[in-house]
């Protein structure tokens, strides 16, 4: 479940009479790998998507988040331009220090192309200027990231194989058909490397989820934002679960899955998923008000488990309005028996898709 935003202005300007259609998100996928990791460029929208945990050698926490989006403008196929905008690529990387008591965070946006920009087809390799996130050939992925006021350089192990969301990698996310996307996660993925503050170099290690998703239509008109979880739980299992949340109140569309030590898994219906707010936490910046933590009860065959969402800390809100993306809450949560991140977005505005 994740993250459909788009660039208004570039978007605007690169729009034409006779645009190409989007192919529709249909059940019957097969999910094929390394290709699935690689770009979709025919589909509107999609993103690689890294949240995750580390941990210095000193014992502090931190959490972290790297973020590539790719999204196909209305183009016409036809126009021999090299600057026409055929695709977009934007990135948001963001670093969790309870130290600092806020968010660090940093945007890049770029069309694709002239060697600056682009999303490989065929296997993950997705790269704006100097920040890049890619696949290994020993199947390991690697990002580094330089931000203001940080640097992200990571690399990230498979411990599990993908998890396929939905119905075997078809996830929906509305009330008709065609609002869904196409979407697996990687939990579980070791993390080693080192995050650069004020010239100092921190080793970490760590652990981290990739969610990836894309998708041509994906929310209701009347949705408001989502709620969003993913849990790496300490014995192995792996929690995603998620509400579209309906302007003025109430939940669209819900779902997620479960998947057990042993790899068998269980699909959420929408009645199956339930968010419910413990505590908020109004910015002061955009005056936003979050539910920063949350108790998520979810129905398994062996009866409701409930899970509460702790935040690392409060002030975890991302405001990337400087570069015409939105604002939104993306972070680090502790839970019963795991860790992961929560995603909570159109709080601060509905968001426009």
């Given at each position: 479940?994740?993250?459909?935003?788009?660039?208004?202005?570039?978007?605007?300007?690169?729009?034409?009479?006779?645009?190409?259609?989007?192919?529709?998100?249909?059940?019957?996928?097969?999910?094929?790998f390394?290709?699935?990791?690689?770009?979709?460029?025919?589909?509107?929208?999609?993103?690689?998507?890294?949240?995750?945990?580390?941990?210095?050698?000193?014992?502090?926490?931190?959490?972290?988040?790297?973020t590539?989006?790719?999204?196909?403008p209305?183009?016409?196929?036809?126009?021999?331009?090299r600057?026409?905008?055929?695709?977009?690529?934007?990135?948001?990387?963001?670093?969790?220090?309870p130290?600092?008591?806020?968010?660090?965070h940093?945007?890049?946006?770029?069309?694709?192309?002239?060697?600056?920009?682009?999303?490989?087809?065929?296997?993950?390799?997705v790269?704006?200027?100097?920040?890049?996130?890619?696949?290994?050939?020993?199947?390991?992925?690697a990002?580094?990231?330089?931000a203001?006021?940080?640097?992200?350089?990571?690399?990230?192990?498979?411990?599990?194989p993908?998890?396929?969301?939905?119905?075997?990698?078809?996830?929906?996310?509305?009330?008709?058909?065609?609002?869904?996307?196409y979407y697996?996660?990687?939990?579980?993925?070791?993390?080693?490397?080192?995050?650069?503050?004020d010239?100092?170099?921190?080793?970490?290690?760590?652990?981290?989820?990739?969610?990836?998703?894309?998708?041509?239509?994906?929310?209701?008109?009347?949705?408001?934002?989502?709620?969003?979880?993913?849990?790496?739980?300490d014995?192995?299992?792996?929690?995603?679960?998620?509400?579209?949340?309906?302007?003025?109140?109430?939940?669209?569309?819900?779902?997620?899955?479960?998947?057990?030590?042993?790899?068998?898994?269980?699909v959420?219906?929408?009645?199956?998923?339930?968010?419910?707010?413990?505590?908020a936490?109004?910015s002061?910046?955009?005056?936003?008000?979050?539910?920063?933590?949350?108790?998520?009860?979810?129905?398994?065959p062996?009866?409701v488990?409930?899970?509460?969402?702790?935040?690392?800390?409060?002030?975890?809100?991302?405001?990337?309005?400087?570069?015409?993306?939105?604002?939104?809450?993306?972070?680090?949560?502790?839970?019963?028996?795991?860790?992961?991140?929560?995603?909570?977005?159109?709080y601060?505005?509905?968001?426009?898709?």
């Amino acid at each position: 479940m994740r993250r459909v935003f788009v660039l208004p202005a570039l978007l605007a300007s690169a729009t034409l009479a006779t645009p190409a259609p989007y192919p529709e998100v249909r059940p019957g996928i097969t999910l094929r790998f390394p290709a699935d990791h690689g770009s979709h460029p025919a589909y509107r929208t999609e993103w690689w998507y890294v949240t995750g945990w580390l941990r210095t050698a000193d014992g502090r926490d931190l959490g972290f988040q790297v973020t590539f989006f790719r999204t196909r403008p209305q183009v016409d196929p036809a126009n021999p331009s090299r600057f026409a905008a055929g695709q977009i690529l934007f990135a948001h990387a963001a670093l969790s220090d309870p130290k600092v008591g806020r968010i660090l965070h940093g945007e890049r946006a770029a069309r694709a192309g002239f060697g600056l920009a682009g999303a490989k087809v065929g296997d993950a390799d997705v790269a704006i200027r100097d920040w890049r996130l890619r696949r290994l050939p020993d199947g390991r992925f690697a990002t580094r990231v330089a931000a203001p006021g940080f640097t992200l350089d990571l690399v990230f192990r498979p411990t599990q194989p993908p998890l396929a969301q939905g119905l075997n990698g078809y996830s929906r996310k509305g009330p008709r058909p065609d609002q869904a996307s196409y979407y697996y996660s990687v939990p579980h993925m070791r993390v080693a490397g080192t995050v650069t503050r004020d010239r100092t170099a921190t080793r970490v290690t760590g652990e981290a989820w990739l969610d990836r998703e894309w998708s041509s239509d994906y929310l209701a008109p009347n949705a408001e934002g989502w709620d969003w979880t993913g849990l790496n739980l300490d014995d192995g299992a792996a929690l995603m679960a998620f509400r579209i949340r309906k302007r003025g109140g109430g939940t669209i569309w819900a779902g997620g899955s479960y998947r057990y030590p042993d790899g068998r898994r269980v699909v959420f219906a929408p009645g199956d998923v339930r968010f419910r707010p413990l505590a908020a936490w109004r910015s002061a910046r955009t005056g936003a008000i979050y539910p920063v933590a949350q108790e998520l009860t979810v129905r398994l065959p062996g009866g409701v488990r409930r899970f509460p969402l702790r935040p690392l800390f409060p002030a975890q809100e991302l405001d990337a309005r400087a570069s015409g993306l939105p604002v939104y809450w993306e972070g680090a949560v502790r839970t019963t028996g795991g860790r992961g991140y929560l995603e909570l977005t159109g709080y601060a505005a509905p968001l426009m898709i």
